[in-house]
């Protein structure tokens, strides 16, 4: 079994002094975790996987191709391989964990 707890991840995440940390790969999928400080600016582009964004805590906005709204702890936001895509106007410190499928390469 893999198994995971959240605060272990956000320590190895932080001692690595990056955004992202994935922590799992498998054939059809990985899984990591992306965290922003409240005001940061996210860099990201477009991806080639198919994505899942969880939102574990923070509070942001993400804009999804054309469409716009607001995450906050709980909210699930899935982006289509391909579409551009951006954490912004970030107002708490954002933990999200993101499920690519294929993985990420």
Not at 49 to 56: A, G, I, P, R, S
Request: glycine share 8%; no cysteine.
């Amino acid at each position: 079994m893999k198994a995971f707890r959240l605060d272990e991840l956000e320590a190895e995440r932080a001692a690595n002094d990056g955004a992202y940390l994935q922590f799992l790969r498998e054939r059809n999928m990985s899984v990591g975790l992306y965290a922003l400080d409240a005001g940061q600016i996210d860099p990201q582009l477009p991806h080639r996987q198919d994505e899942v964004y969880f939102v574990v805590s923070g509070r942001a906005s993400i804009t999804v191709g054309e469409e716009t709204g607001t995450v906050a702890r709980g909210s699930v936001v899935y982006v289509p391989a391909g579409v551009p895509h951006k954490f912004h106007h970030i107002t708490e410190d954002l933990k999200v964990m993101v499920v690519f499928s294929p993985p990420e390469s």
